[in-house]
């Protein structure tokens, strides 16, 4: 059974501040997920990785397959980007379509001005 | 709007009632998969259907159930609720292979 374990829980951070949230799983996945939750509960997809990293903005996000590992980047963070952090992996594909995701308990950040 | 409805928004029913929450995919997606949020558990999967095919299953109580129609919007009929059932319930669709996951809005759902 795969396990996505996710850390700190809860991150407060000054405006201007590197950020960095962290997620491990414990077996073989086709993808893992980075995603965002604001207050008002929608979920918007982030990235989504199966190698190596990519760069959206002031995000940037890791994986390293060997190590079962990724990592989160936000600089020079915002209040904006107080939000709910949440790691999935993404089971391995079968039969055409895309496995369903697991969840880590997401990290809380909050950016203070 | 990210493409994947969900509705109702809000839902407020009584214990012992059953409710049906409804999902249309993004345009072109195949498949739709049906999450619960509540507070003491996180974000679980709970069904997966492609292409109108039951495909996974995960963490769905008996009472509950899902379909998957020809125009492949999905409902989730949840029965007999509990208190426990509250919670937001998700609706994310996807194409497959390398393409991304889109989540709808999600339903909120409170028994009282």
């Known amino acids: 059974k795969n396990e996505v374990e996710q850390s700190p829980q809860n991150l407060t951070a000054q405006e201007g501040e590197f950020i960095t949230i962290n997620c491990s799983y414990s077996v073989g996945i086709s993808a893992l997920h980075w995603l965002q939750q604001h207050p008002g509960g929608g979920i918007v997809s982030l990235f989504m990785l199966s190698s190596g990293k990519k760069k959206h903005g002031r995000l940037i996000a890791t994986i390293n397959i060997q190590e079962k590992h990724s990592s989160l980047h936000i600089t020079a963070s915002h209040p904006r980007d107080s939000a709910v952090y949440i790691c999935a992996s993404l089971s391995v594909n079968y039969g055409g379509s895309q496995g369903n995701l697991i969840f880590g308990k997401g990290t809380k950040l909050s950016v203070k001005p | 709007d990210s493409g994947v409805t969900q509705t109702p928004k809000h839902l407020i029913t009584a214990t012992g009632q059953r409710v049906t929450l409804r999902c249309s995919p993004r345009?072109?997606?195949?498949?739709v998969y049906w999450y619960q949020q509540s507070l003491d558990q996180g974000l679980q999967f709970l069904i997966q259907?492609?292409?109108?095919?039951?495909?996974a299953k995960g963490n769905i109580l008996e009472r509950f159930s899902a379909q998957q129609f020809p125009d492949l919007h999905s409902e989730l009929n949840l029965s007999s609720l509990e208190l426990g059932d509250s919670a937001l319930y998700f609706c994310?669709?996807?194409?497959?292979?390398?393409?991304?996951?889109?989540f709808g809005s999600g339903t909120r759902l409170t028994v009282v």
């Open positions: 994310a669709s996807s194409l497959g292979g390398a393409g991304g996951y889109t």
């Open positions: 345009s072109g997606d195949l498949s």
């Open positions: 259907y492609y292409n109108g095919e039951e495909r």
